[in-house]
């Protein structure tokens, strides 16, 4: 009798254990699809809101539209830290900062999107997410084994092993074969997020380092990346697209956010917009004190020196440790708000018909041009001084005496690089203006911007290329 109860109370014990083992399963199921489908909002969320990329091949904008009208009233009382325009979801503001993350798993796990999760495996399994495609959700893709299942817990070491073969290629010079093997080396491990920056940097700056820039009477308009581009320039729009897909599967990490706004746009490609647009992106995340630096210097670059002032007050009351930095380009940025305030004033004058209207534009002009002037003298350094020669540069022209005024900006171009460019420019305007013959670079560059050109590129949009 006693042993028929210790085999009745065993199988009972076996028979708990079965269930609640099949009960765990089922919970770690539920979890691992909740977390699929967390990671997949947030991957659905950034390209909704800032990466735009067509996906017509695909179904995440449709499944994002359903989850987004969901969570207009499930997160309803859950308000966005961060402003990110009027136009985007709710949904797509809260994705924007990470303070918001356990709202958005609450979300996904709940009951309320419990057919929502269910369309999205459904459409996962079939491959149609793009943003699913990359998700470590073997048991999603298929119900059997397959090969996929078979050779997923090996991806991230296979991807491992295919980077040491990067690395090597890189050092042995053979630039052709690291492009393709980069790629490869993300879809088997996405969250390799190193790989990511060190691939952008290879695609964009080493890769193309020996092709000389393309003359802009070569350039021809890529569909794909909607520029005007050459063999070399197209390397850096492959690098921005290869950032792009990190940020995607990794929409958390500013570094990724950075390198894009900074090393591509900034640097390469020169779109000030795009690099100001992923430089706020990196500093919505947990990030390094470098990172404001870099988007207030995008700023300026950019022409938004108000956005720019504000930035540096911001980071100066956040760092004081760096207050000599701060303090420095908040005066720059001030000399070079009331220079463009004198600026509009001018030329709203200039307008004008009505001659006590004009002088009174005038006067407030030179008000603004003086208030800059005493912030340039204030900031005791190159750009300042640049500066101040091409705003006694402009005094002249309007007297029309173009060979002093040509002499400030030869000063002052040497001065500071930032400057260089722009006043170059300058001297030629103010050449022709006063009929003074240009000298042999400056035909040149006057021949290269007649001959201009972009093959292909349709009238509705502008080529944009770096250099």
Known sequence: MNAKKSYAIMAVLIALLLAAGAMQNERLRWLRESKAFYSWIQAAATNERILGSATLDYNDSELFDKVAAVADTALAGTAPAVSVGQDSTLLEQLVADAANNDAIWAFAKSDQTAGLRDEFLSLARKSRLNFARNLEIADLQANQVSLFNAFFGFRKIAANLLWIQVDREWRLGQMYRIQPMLKTVTVLDPNFVKAYLIGGWHIAYNVPADLPLTPPSLLEWSDRYKACVGPKEAYWYEAAEFLKDGIRNNPRNYELYFDLGFAIYDQKIEDYNSAVLYLKEAVRQPHELWVPRMLNLAYEKNGQYEESLAGWQEYQKNYPQNFDTASRFITRCEGLIEEQKGQQLRAQASESADASERERLLSEAAEHDAAARAKYTELNE????????????????????????????????????????????????????????????ERKQVLREAEAACKGMPDSATGLTGS
Request: no cysteine.
């Open 382 to 441: 190159a750009f300042g001084e640049g500066r101040l020669l091409i705003m006694d540069a402009e005094d002249l022209r309007a007297e029309k005496r173009y060979y002093e005024a040509i002499a400030k900006l030869e000063v002052a171009r040497k001065l500071s690089g930032q400057l260089f460019v722009p006043v170059s420019d300058m001297i030629i305007q103010y050449k022709e203006e006063g009929g003074i013959p240009l000298n042999v670079s």
